[in-house]
């Protein structure tokens, strides 16, 4: 089961819920999410759950973690038949989505300020400049990994008026 939900009327709180006997768990794609998620979770189940347990787990370790799993039971990847064009256009449009509702969320690498915020000041540019080379980079890696060509972002840095900053040091 898939939840979006807002919390206190603001920020969407996106994640996977997975209920077995015994065990809600909660996946989300940032400590932010997971945070807010596991309040929501203990403030409708109070009294009905015990204390949360967490773990971080990066994007790559789920990867070796899938692997390992698909060779120790012996299973295949299921073949992809999304032809490539369209899964690429797929990639594109979910990234750009999410890309432009980043831009005005609070981002923990940049002090829990929105990158628009954080533009405004010297110190904040700088901070931004280096977060996007490092969005940058792991979509680099990324898509090498996957044999795709990476996300062009060179639109941020356009939005947030740093492409004169684009390959440079800050």
Known sequence: MS???LHNGQHPLSGTLELTPGVIKLTTNSTERAQRGQAILESLLQ????PAL???Q?????LEERRTHRQDTGRQE???DIDPEIK???IQHTLDQH???VLDEPVPALGDKTPRQCVRSKKGREKVIEWLKLLENNEERRAASQGQQPYDSRWMWDELKLGKYRGSPP
Do not use: C, K, N, V
């Open 58 to 62: 990066t994007p790559e370790q789920m």
């Open 88 to 90: 690429a256009e797929i």
């Open 78 to 80: 299921p073949a992809d």
């Open 3 to 5: 939840i979006e939900s």
């Open 47 to 50: 009294g009905l759950i015990g």
């Open 99 to 101: 890309y432009r509702r």
């Open 54 to 56: 967490s773990s971080l």
